[in-house]
């Protein structure tokens, strides 16, 4: 089945100490991407990678890390949480990134103590 | 899509009427516009998208409806159905690799 799995699903953790979201996709896109969903705000981008190695910026990508060692994982880091980044977060895929519909993930939610 | 604060626009209709979700967009420069549906607990899920060559699109008792003259974009359901309800996103893109999510609008069907 074609799919984007995130792990965890849910995160609890303190400030300070750092964390990975890890995402994979099966469908051998090119291209993948990270959001934050805070209520109200629907759904901003933190990350993005148009292929191995090659990543940009979003919108809000301070106290964020990505890497693209591999095309099917994109794994998310957080190397010193806090609490403004408790959030519901999701990995989305798509094949070429442009004028595409994107594949999402089931989230994870992340609280930041 | 615009934001809309803290609280979600919310659409109440009645099983078996049609939905009509609204969106105003925010760049004249999008060319490709998509329509997500949001279950509570999941990942916003495809439903239809439009270029901006085109005025209307017809998918399974979706429409959605593109006014570039005005940037508003709409989804209509017909024959609303409790499995209708969700948060409902509009997106826009500009041909880039970034797309653009409104805040989205709350869907109840009342049976």
């Known amino acids: 089945e074609a799919q984007v799995t995130q792990n965890p699903r849910y995160l609890i953790t303190v400030t300070g100490k750092k964390l990975t979201v890890t995402c994979s996709q099966n469908?051998?896109?090119?291209?993948m991407s990270w959001y934050r969903q805070d209520p109200g705000l629907g759904l901003r981008q933190i990350y993005y990678?148009?292929?191995?190695?090659?990543?940009d910026k979003g919108d809000v990508p301070e106290g964020y890390k990505v890497s693209r060692k591999e095309k099917r994982n994109f794994p998310l880091i957080l190397e010193s949480p806090s609490p403004n980044q408790t959030s519901l977060y999701f990995c989305?895929?798509?094949?070429?990134?442009?004028?595409?519909?994107?594949?999402f993930g089931s989230g994870t939610q992340l609280s930041v103590l | 899509g615009e934001s809309v604060g803290l609280h979600l626009p919310t659409l109440s209709v009645q099983e078996g009427d049609n939905s009509i979700i609204n969106c105003a967009y925010s760049n004249s420069a999008s060319d490709y516009f998509i329509w997500y549906k949001q279950e509570s607990g999941k990942g916003p899920q495809f439903i239809i998208d439009i270029r901006s060559n085109m005025d209307k699109r017809q998918g399974q008792r979706v429409t959605v409806l593109l006014n570039k003259t005005v940037k508003h974009l709409s989804l209509q359901i017909a024959a609303t159905q409790p499995g209708d309800s969700a948060v409902y996103f509009c997106?826009?893109?500009?041909?880039?690799?970034?797309?653009?999510f409104g805040a989205g609008t709350r869907l109840f069907v009342k049976a």
């Open positions: 469908m051998n896109h090119e291209y």
């Open positions: 989305a895929s798509s094949l070429w990134g442009f004028s595409e519909k994107l594949f």
């Open positions: 997106a826009e893109n500009t041909g880039g690799f970034k797309t653009i």
């Open positions: 990678s148009m292929n191995v190695e090659v990543t």
